[in-house]
């Protein structure tokens, strides 16, 4: 069965920090940090009426009215997020009635969950739709599965830089129009401590951990992929979406993933010339000489025309929504995903049947690979999305109201602020209900 992708559609955050400009000259930093090093110009943030709910709920909606779905034709609606405001009540309820106000029909007998683990949950929770309907008891039904951060960190924090907020709405079906998707899955993971939050609204971390435990798990995930029966070869893939932090961090993701799939092959053999064979563990009496080969083999092989080329063609556009909103967690590998398809309907790229490896991962710490393959509408899909408008609408928060924006969302701090920007026909927080429930209403 030919089950994946039919639709998605991105929603960000209506403000916008401008790091290299505004953010770094408030830190006393080199503005270099953010454009050279993380590869970030900007991040996303929400509005005082927006949330986690109303980004999902907005990106939703636009989703459905576009694909023309009544509400009964959705068999689940799963929500995935790691800034959940409820330990009980899923968002996923919190969405479902922001639509129930707006469709005609309603979402009452729709499976309704929220996924939790990390970044990689919104991959999850298209795991599970795509499992739902392999395994039968969709009854011809489409899942609704939903990516929603507000990716904020304790003022000061390290993380602080790569910051975002943003919704990714996926509808999965049979006989998708964007993209199916793969039996063949790799994963890796091992219990990690990189990046917590427990019971606290902002993350616990260890950036350098966290960057080292990606790299770890997604090698175990490649590894686990190819073992599955998954092609690895590069040349296999038009794009490789990458769960993405921050660009800096698919940098070195997509060197150590190109290093291993070209290991004995011939592209392995075709640069032997150039920059020599690759290391191999046997052929050294320690580690700390493997890894300094290793290293250094990487280091030439990122300076090769072959890998440049390659990384150009397959990641670099991937990440071109990325570098203007920061990270969005459990959306950031769909928002991937969508700037390099974007990028290839611009340049005229004709993907249909070509094939993408979609990375992703979570801290705590799992990585996911599978493959997708790209169907017949997904021009039409694409041309559809309006997230450069939207990127291009964001109020550019100067320092001061970017700290008063972060106190708004803070739950320890209670600050009332205008919103900077005026709603149009979408859904916004309207304040507490008697039980200590946040309540939305859809304004025109
Ligand atoms: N010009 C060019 N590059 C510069 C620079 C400058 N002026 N200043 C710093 N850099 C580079 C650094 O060399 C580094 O690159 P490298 O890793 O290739 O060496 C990069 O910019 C980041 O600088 P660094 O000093 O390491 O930043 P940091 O100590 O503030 O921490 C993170 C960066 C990612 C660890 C931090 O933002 C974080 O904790 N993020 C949240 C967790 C996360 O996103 N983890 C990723 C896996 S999910």
């Given at each position: 069965?030919n089950?994946?992708?039919?639709?998605?559609?991105v929603?960000?955050?209506?403000?916008?920090?401008?790091l290299?400009?505004?953010?770094?000259?408030?830190?006393?930093?080199?503005?270099?940090?953010?454009?050279?090093g993380?590869?970030?110009?900007?991040?996303?943030?929400?509005d005082?009426?927006?949330?986690?709910?109303?980004?999902?709920?907005?990106?939703?909606?636009?989703?459905?009215?576009?694909?023309?779905?009544?509400?009964r034709?959705?068999?689940?609606?799963?929500?995935?997020?790691?800034?959940?405001?409820d330990?009980?009540?899923?968002?996923?309820?919190?969405?479902?009635?922001?639509?129930?106000?707006?469709?005609?029909?309603?979402?009452?007998?729709a499976?309704?969950?929220?996924?939790?683990?990390?970044?990689?949950?919104?991959?999850?929770?298209?795991?599970?739709?795509?499992?739902?309907?392999?395994?039968?008891?969709?009854?011809?039904?489409?899942?609704?599965?939903?990516?929603?951060?507000?990716?904020?960190?304790?003022?000061d924090?390290?993380?602080?830089?790569?910051?975002?907020?943003?919704?990714?709405?996926?509808?999965?079906?049979?006989?998708?129009?964007?993209?199916?998707?793969?039996?063949?899955q790799?994963?890796?993971?091992?219990d990690?401590?990189d990046?917590?939050?427990?019971?606290?609204?902002?993350?616990?971390?260890?950036?350098?951990?966290?960057?080292?435990?990606?790299?770890?798990?997604?090698?175990?995930?490649?590894?686990?992929?190819?073992?599955?029966?998954?092609?690895?070869?590069?040349?296999?893939?038009?794009?490789?979406?990458?769960?993405?932090?921050?660009p800096?961090m698919?940098?070195?993701?997509?060197?150590?993933?190109?290093?291993?799939?070209?290991?004995?092959?011939?592209?392995?053999?075709?640069?032997?010339?150039?920059?020599?064979?690759?290391?191999?563990?046997?052929?050294?009496?320690?580690?700390?000489n493997?890894?300094?080969?290793?290293?250094?083999?990487?280091?030439?092989?990122?300076?090769t025309?072959?890998?440049q080329?390659?990384?150009?063609?397959?990641?670099?556009?991937?990440?071109?929504?990325?570098?203007e909103?920061?990270?969005?967690?459990?959306?950031?590998?769909?928002v991937?995903?969508?700037?390099?398809?974007?990028?290839?309907?611009e340049?005229?790229?004709?993907?249909?049947?070509s094939?993408?490896?979609?990375?992703?991962?979570?801290?705590?710490?799992?990585a996911?690979?599978?493959?997708?393959?790209?169907?017949?509408?997904?021009?039409?899909?694409?041309?559809?999305?309006?997230?450069?408008?939207q990127?291009d609408?964001?109020?550019?928060?100067?320092?001061?109201e970017?700290?008063?924006?972060?106190?708004?969302?803070?739950?320890?701090?209670?600050?009332?602020?205008?919103?900077?920007?005026?709603?149009?026909?979408?859904f916004?927080?309207?304040?507490?209900?008697?039980?200590?429930?946040?309540?939305?209403?859809?304004?025109?």
């Amino acid at each position: 069965m030919n089950v994946g992708i039919d639709g998605l559609e991105v929603w960000t955050g209506k403000l916008k920090l401008d790091l290299p400009g505004t953010f770094a000259p408030a830190k006393g930093e080199d503005p270099g940090k953010y454009t050279k090093g993380l590869g970030l110009y900007t991040s996303s943030l929400p509005d005082a009426y927006e949330d986690i709910v109303t980004m999902a709920a907005n990106a939703s909606k636009r989703l459905l009215e576009r694909k023309e779905i009544d509400p009964r034709d959705i068999g689940r609606i799963d929500v995935a997020t790691e800034s959940a405001f409820d330990n009980s009540k899923p968002v996923s309820t919190y969405v479902a009635g922001c639509l129930d106000q707006v469709f005609d029909g309603e979402f009452r007998h729709a499976n309704k969950g929220e996924r939790k683990f990390a970044c990689v949950s919104g991959t999850q929770a298209l795991d599970d739709a795509y499992n739902w309907i392999q395994a039968g008891r969709s009854r011809g039904r489409a899942a609704l599965v939903v990516a929603t951060d507000t990716a904020l960190y304790a003022r000061d924090d390290p993380g602080e830089a790569t910051q975002g907020a943003g919704a990714v709405a996926m509808l999965v079906d049979e006989d998708p129009d964007l993209v199916s998707l793969s039996e063949a899955q790799g994963i890796g993971s091992v219990d990690e401590t990189d990046f917590l939050k427990p019971n606290q609204q902002f993350p616990s971390v260890d950036g350098k951990r966290s960057m080292q435990v990606y790299l770890a798990r997604m090698r175990e995930a490649l590894q686990d992929f190819a073992r599955n029966g998954g092609d690895t070869h590069p040349d296999t893939f038009d794009l490789v979406p990458f769960h993405t932090p921050f660009p800096g961090m698919v940098q070195k993701a997509a060197a150590l993933g190109f290093r291993h799939c070209v290991r004995n092959t011939e592209v392995e053999t075709q640069l032997e010339d150039e920059i020599g064979r690759q290391p191999r563990r046997n052929e050294f009496d320690n580690r700390d000489n493997y890894f300094e080969a290793i290293k250094s083999y990487t280091k030439d092989l990122r300076e090769t025309d072959t890998y440049q080329g390659w990384y150009a063609r397959t990641v670099e556009p991937t990440l071109d929504i990325s570098r203007e909103v920061g990270n969005w967690y459990t959306g950031s590998v769909h928002v991937a995903r969508t700037a390099g398809m974007k990028a290839a309907l611009e340049s005229d790229r004709d993907l249909v049947g070509s094939s993408l490896l979609v990375a992703s991962y979570g801290s705590g710490a799992q990585a996911e690979i599978h493959a997708e393959t790209v169907q017949p509408g997904w021009r039409e899909e694409i041309r559809q999305l309006n997230i450069y408008d939207q990127l291009d609408s964001r109020y550019s928060l100067s320092f001061e109201e970017y700290e008063a924006i972060h106190d708004v969302h803070n739950h320890d701090e209670s600050t009332d602020l205008e919103p900077f920007t005026t709603p149009t026909d979408e859904f916004v927080f309207d304040g507490w209900g008697r039980m200590g429930e946040r309540k939305y209403t859809h304004v025109e």
